[in-house]
């Protein structure tokens, strides 16, 4: 039984470019030393690997870990990385710390993201309360805000978002090879999650797609948290849809309808096809948009 499985992957990975895959994860050479690492199961990874050292963003779930450090090593020479940076608290991108910090790693993020982590909020979106996390999984070292890696030999810009996707959210950007890991300040042509629960704001999340957008070139690649490879049209074409079904529902609400009517009312319609998605569709992005509004809950 155990050959027939082996045959049947063998078999499979010879239709996918070899060079590109390993073991469920895709590999992009964005050259400079950088890497996008993706399976489409959990935040995309990104890796920064040169002489001083091995860099890599967020840790995907510990499902996938043992590959994912595969994949990280093919990447970098056969390293493991030394510095971990995780963009924000949300488990598709920190449930793999504990396997890394064996490995090494120091985990690095953004000074809320410990105590969130050790005791989590429930989310009205999704109705359930992540388990809190302890030891090996949880933060080391933080950052309060915009940090230089620098003099730790990475040529990588961490910088913060307030408020935006949740209250501690880093993005990256790796000047020399022009490109910027935006963590979920991006789900590439998808609605965002826009967590309220904890910290997020729409506010916050149009302001750092600009931001990002400013930092970036025409040129410029942006690994998003989700999705493809990415660009500066992206982050735009993401910012003007949520100011646009931001303006739609506000427009509902201040006709003094309720959630429930507005959703019955379906406002983001012409937009579904774009943008919705299995985890986020249109009743989930009007509810948080409803949400962030009024701050009802409910
Ligand atoms: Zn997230």
């Known amino acids: 039984m155990k050959m027939l499985v082996s045959a049947a992957a063998a078999a499979l990975c010879l239709s996918i470019p070899a060079a590109a895959q390993e073991n469920g994860f895709e590999t992009t050479d964005l050259g400079g030393g950088v890497f996008m690492i993706a399976n489409d199961q959990a935040g995309n990874v990104g890796v920064l690997a040169h002489e001083g050292g091995v860099l890599m963003i967020d840790t995907q779930m510990a499902p996938f870990a043992e590959d994912l450090a595969e994949a990280v090593r093919t990447a970098s020479g056969g390293r493991d990385p030394e510095l971990v940076v995780n963009t924000h608290l949300h488990g598709d991108h ?57 003099d730790r030999g990475f040529a990588a810009e961490i910088r913060h978002a307030p408020d935006a996707h949740t209250d501690g959210d880093l993005w990256i950007v790796f000047p020399d090879a022009d490109v910027i890991h935006t963590g979920d300040l991006l789900f590439s042509g998808r609605y965002p999650f826009i967590d309220l629960d904890n910290g997020g704001t729409v506010q916050g999340y149009i302001d750092a797609l600009e931001a990002i957008a400013d930092s970036a070139g025409p040129e410029t690649r942006v690994i998003p948290g989700h999705g493809p490879l990415s660009t500066r049209e992206d982050l735009l074409a993401s910012r003007d849809m949520l100011i646009e079904a931001r303006t739609r529902v506000q427009a509902l609400i201040d006709e003094g309808r309720d959630l429930e009517a507005i959703q019955a009312e379906a406002p983001l319609a012409d937009l579904d096809a774009d943008w919705s998605w299995r985890f986020i569709d249109a009743d989930r992005m009007v509810f948080t948009l409803y949400r962030d509004i009024t701050g009802e809950t409910r």
Do not use: K, Q, W
Request: no cysteine; aromatic share 6%; glycine share 10%.
């Open 94 to 150: 920190v449930l793999g710390n504990e396997y890394f910090a064996g490995l090494g790693a120091v985990i690095l993020a953004h000074e809320t993201v410990p105590e969130r982590l050790a005791n989590p909020s429930r989310s009205e979106l999704l109705g359930s309360t992540p388990e809190p996390l302890s030891g090996a999984f949880l933060p080391v070292e933080t950052v309060a805000g915009d940090t230089s890696l620098e």
